[in-house]
């Protein structure tokens, strides 16, 4: 069974920075387009950045741009979301997904979810 489990997400001041991880069990990991989505009470789930396979190409929303930066380890099987200059804006629960294939920024198109972290960022 597939599983995804985010970490790292907490309580922080606007202006500072935290890491998320993405613990994968994934068999294959290494061939998954690996993304992170958020999403804030009230609203609907929102793309935030994902990393490609093969060549390693990202995106990014543009909201996070220049903010976060998303990594992949493959000799853990991990991914990871490096947030900083939070601000409040982006307090919501952050989710992991993973996908076969080529990026893409719509939920939709992802395989395997986490069950996600929630950041808080207070003004």
């Known amino acids: 069974q597939v599983q995804l489990v985010e970490s790292g997400g907490g309580l922080v001041q606007a202006g500072n920075s935290l890491r998320l991880s993405c613990a994968a069990s994934l068999r294959t990991f290494s061939t998954y387009t690996m993304g992170w989505f958020r999403q804030a009470p009230g609203k609907e789930r929102e793309f935030v950045a994902a990393?490609?396979?093969?060549?390693?190409?990202?995106y990014y929303a543009d909201s996070v741009r220049g903010r976060f930066t998303i990594s992949r380890d493959n000799a853990k099987n991990t991914a990871y979301l490096q947030m900083n200059s939070l601000k409040p804006d982006d307090t919501a629960v952050y989710y992991c997904?993973?996908?076969?294939?080529?990026?893409?920024?719509?939920?939709?198109?992802?395989?395997?979810w986490g069950q996600g972290t929630q950041v808080t960022v207070s003004s």
């Open positions: 997904a993973a996908k076969n294939g080529v990026l893409a920024r719509t939920g939709g198109s992802y395989d395997y």
């Open positions: 990393i490609g396979w093969s060549t390693y190409t990202t």
